[in-house]
C-alpha cells in the first residue's frame, strides 16, 4: 500500500474513508472516528475509577451520631465513641499530615452482650457513610492453608461489595463479628491451647495493621492461573464485636482484686463492663493475643437494653417490627394495630429470654404467627381489622 493509499484508509481498520464518518490524516498515520471511540473506552476502562468524593458529614462525629439515633435506641456512649473513630478515620484517610507526622489507624472493638445492637450499630455507620461494608463471622475465617475461608476472603468480599472499585474498598469497612469465639481457651496452657482461633488471630494481624493483599477480583479460591487484584488494607477501618460471655467476671475479680481489705463483695453481674472500665489485659486473659487487641485502639462497650428502650426499638426506630409486620397484614387487606399493653407484654417475655432486642423478632412473631396462618380466611370473612390485646400476647391465637 502506498502512503497516498494509507492516507485513504483508517491505518487501524483499515475502512476507507468514505466509510466511515470522519478520518483524521496525520503525516503518516490516519485514524477513523470508530477507532477513536474505540480506543477512548479502553483508555477509560484502563484508568483507575474515580471514587466519589467523601461527604463532609462523615468527617463530623455529631452528624455521624445523629443518623444512628434514627437507628441505634440507646448505646449513647457507644454512639459517640463510635462516631468520633470514624470521624477520625475518614480524616485521616483523607487529608495528609506533614511528613514527620503519621496518624495511627484506630480500629475499634465493640463489646456488648447478644442483641443490644453491636451489628446494627456497625452496619448502620457503614449505611451512612456509603461506603462498601463487609460483614463476615470469626467463626468462618481460618489460617491459610485450613478448609475454611482464609482471612484473605474479606478482602474479596469487600472488593466484591465495592463493584471491583479497588480504590473504594481500600476504605471500605470490615465488621469481623463474634470475634471472641476466636479467642484461645485457657490462660496459659498449651494442652487445652485452641490452635486455630489464636492462628486466626494471628492471620489477621497483618490485615488489620495493612498490608497488600493478593485477591482474586471474583472473589472466588485462589487459583494459581487467575489474574490477582492488589488491595492495600492500609485505610480499611476493622470493627470487630463480640458478646464477651465471661468477661465482666475478669474484671470484676480484677476490681475486687484492687480493693481487697475494703468489704466489698462485687457481683459480677454489678459490674457493667464499660468502655473505660475494660483493660487490655483483662482482654488477654479472656484469650485475645495482645497483639491484636493492641491493633483496636478504641473500646465500645454497649450494654443491655431495658424495658423502656425495648419498647422504643419495636416502635420507634425507623424500620421497626412493627411496622414491618403491619406492612406484611396489609398485602392482605387486613390493618394490624398493637394495644399498648400488648406491646409491654411482649417486651416482657422478651426480657425473659435474655437474648437482647434480638428476642423480640421471636416474640413479635410468635404472638402473629396464628393471625399471620388464616389471613386469607380473616379478609373473606370481611374481618378488616385486628386489634392486638394483652390476652392475645399471652394465649396467641386466630380470632375466628
Ligand atoms: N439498640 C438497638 N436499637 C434498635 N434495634 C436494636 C438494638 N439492638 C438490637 N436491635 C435489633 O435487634 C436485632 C439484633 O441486633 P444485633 O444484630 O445488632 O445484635 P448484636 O449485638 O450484634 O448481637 P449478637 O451478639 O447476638 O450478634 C436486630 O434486628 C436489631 O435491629
Ligand atoms: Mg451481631
Same mark, same amino acid.
Do not use: W
Given at each position: 500500500?502506498?502512503?497516498?493509499?494509507?492516507?485513504?484508509?483508517?491505518?487501524?481498520?483499515?475502512?476507507?474513508?468514505?466509510?466511515?464518518?470522519?478520518?483524521?490524516?496525520?503525516?503518516?498515520?490516519?485514524?477513523?472516528?470508530?477507532?477513536?471511540?474505540?480506543?477512548?473506552?479502553?483508555?477509560?476502562?484502563?484508568?483507575?475509577?474515580?471514587?466519589?468524593?467523601?461527604?463532609?458529614?462523615?468527617?463530623?462525629?455529631?452528624?455521624?451520631?445523629?443518623? +444512628?439515633?434514627?437507628?441505634?435506641?440507646?448505646?449513647?456512649?457507644?454512639?459517640?465513641?463510635?462516631?468520633?473513630?470514624?470521624?477520625?478515620?475518614?480524616?485521616?484517610?483523607?487529608?495528609?499530615?506533614?511528613?514527620?507526622?503519621?496518624?495511627?489507624?484506630?480500629?475499634?472493638?465493640?463489646?456488648?452482650?447478644?442483641?443490644?445492637?453491636?451489628?446494627?450499630?456497625?452496619?448502620?455507620?457503614?449505611?451512612?457513610?456509603?461506603?462498601?461494608?463487609?460483614?463476615?463471622?470469626?467463626?468462618?475465617?481460618?489460617?491459610?492453608?485450613?478448609?475454611?475461608?482464609?482471612?484473605?476472603?474479606?478482602?474479596?468480599?469487600?472488593?466484591?461489595?465495592?463493584?471491583?472499585?479497588?480504590?473504594?474498598?481500600?476504605?471500605?469497612?470490615?465488621?469481623?463479628?463474634?470475634?471472641?469465639?476466636?479467642?484461645?481457651?485457657?490462660?496459659?496452657?498449651?494442652?487445652?491451647?485452641?490452635?486455630?482461633?489464636?492462628?486466626?488471630?494471628?492471620?489477621?494481624?497483618?490485615?488489620?495493621?495493612?498490608?497488600?493483599?493478593?485477591?482474586?477480583?471474583?472473589?472466588?479460591?485462589?487459583?494459581?492461573?487467575?489474574?490477582?487484584?492488589?488491595?492495600?488494607?492500609?485505610?480499611?477501618?476493622?470493627?470487630?464485636?463480640?458478646?464477651?460471655?465471661?468477661?465482666?467476671?475478669?474484671?470484676?475479680?480484677?476490681?475486687?482484686?484492687?480493693?481487697?481489705?475494703?468489704?466489698?463483695?462485687?457481683?459480677?453481674?454489678?459490674?457493667?463492663?464499660?468502655?473505660?472500665?475494660?483493660?487490655?489485659?483483662? +482482654?488477654?486473659?479472656?484469650?485475645?493475643?495482645?497483639?491484636?487487641?493492641?491493633?483496636?485502639?478504641?473500646?465500645?462497650?454497649?450494654?443491655?437494653?431495658?424495658?423502656?428502650? +425495648?419498647?422504643?426499638?419495636?416502635?420507634?426506630?425507623?424500620?421497626?417490627?412493627?411496622?414491618?409486620?403491619?406492612?406484611?397484614?396489609?398485602?392482605?387487606?387486613?390493618?394490624?394495630?398493637?394495644?399498648?399493653?400488648?406491646?409491654?407484654?411482649?417486651?416482657?417475655?422478651?426480657?425473659?429470654?435474655?437474648?437482647?432486642?434480638?428476642?423480640?423478632?421471636?416474640?413479635?412473631?410468635?404472638?402473629?404467627?396464628?393471625?399471620?396462618?388464616?389471613?386469607?380466611?380473616?379478609?373473606?370473612?370481611?374481618?378488616?381489622?385486628?386489634?392486638?390485646?394483652?390476652?392475645?400476647?399471652?394465649?396467641?391465637?386466630?380470632?375466628?
Amino acid at each position: 500500500m502506498t502512503t497516498e493509499n494509507k492516507l485513504t484508509h483508517c491505518s487501524f481498520c483499515n475502512n476507507h474513508k468514505d466509510q466511515v464518518n470522519k478520518l483524521i490524516v496525520g503525516e503518516q498515520v490516519a485514524i477513523c472516528s470508530d477507532c477513536i471511540e474505540l480506543c477512548n473506552q479502553l483508555i477509560t476502562n484502563d484508568l483507575p475509577k474515580e471514587s466519589d468524593p467523601i461527604e463532609d458529614s462523615n468527617f463530623d462525629a455529631e452528624a455521624i451520631t445523629a443518623y +444512628l439515633d434514627d437507628h441505634v435506641i440507646g448505646q449513647d456512649d457507644a454512639k459517640k465513641i463510635l462516631s468520633v473513630a470514624i470521624a477520625n478515620h475518614y480524616k485521616r484517610i483523607t487529608y495528609h499530615p506533614p511528613d514527620d507526622l503519621e496518624i495511627t489507624k484506630g480500629n475499634v472493638l465493640l463489646i456488648g452482650p447478644t442483641g443490644s445492637g453491636k451489628t446494627l450499630l456497625a452496619k448502620s455507620v457503614a449505611k451512612f457513610l456509603n461506603v462498601p461494608f463487609v460483614v463476615a463471622d470469626a467463626t468462618s475465617l481460618t489460617e491459610a492453608g485450613y478448609v475454611g475461608d482464609d482471612v484473605e476472603s474479606l478482602i474479596s468480599m469487600l472488593l466484591a461489595n465495592a463493584d471491583g472499585d479497588i480504590k473504594l474498598a481500600e476504605r471500605g469497612i470490615i465488621f469481623i463479628d463474634e470475634i471472641d469465639k476466636i479467642a484461645r481457651k485457657g490462660e496459659s496452657t498449651s494442652i487445652t491451647r485452641d490452635v486455630s482461633g489464636e492462628g486466626v488471630q494471628q492471620a489477621l494481624l497483618k490485615l488489620v495493621e495493612g498490608t497488600v493483599c493478593r485477591v482474586s477480583p471474583s472473589g472466588g479460591r485462589k487459583h494459581p492461573n487467575s489474574e490477582m487484584i492488589e488491595v492495600n488494607t492500609k485505610n480499611i477501618l476493622f470493627i470487630a464485636g463480640g458478646a464477651f460471655v465471661g468477661l465482666s467476671e475478669l474484671i470484676k475479680n480484677r476490681v475486687q482484686g484492687t480493693t481487697i481489705g475494703f468489704g466489698a463483695d462485687i457481683k459480677a453481674s454489678d459490674v457493667e463492663i464499660s468502655s473505660d472500665l475494660v483493660s487490655p489485659d483483662d +482482654l488477654t486473659k479472656f484469650g485475645m493475643i495482645p497483639e491484636f487487641i493492641g491493633r483496636f485502639t478504641t473500646t465500645v462497650s454497649l450494654s443491655e437494653l431495658d424495658k423502656t428502650q +425495648l419498647i422504643r426499638v419495636l416502635t420507634e426506630v425507623k424500620n421497626n417490627y412493627i411496622n414491618q409486620y403491619k406492612y406484611l397484614f396489609s398485602i392482605d387487606k387486613v390493618e394490624l394495630s398493637f394495644e399498648d399493653k400488648a406491646i409491654e407484654q411482649i417486651v416482657d417475655n422478651c426480657l425473659k429470654l435474655k437474648t437482647g432486642a434480638r428476642g423480640l423478632h421471636t416474640e413479635i412473631e410468635r404472638t402473629l404467627m396464628p393471625h399471620m396462618f388464616y389471613i386469607r380466611n380473616y379478609y373473606k370473612n370481611g374481618v378488616e381489622k385486628i386489634n392486638i390485646s394483652q390476652e392475645l400476647v399471652l394465649e396467641p391465637k386466630a380470632i375466628l
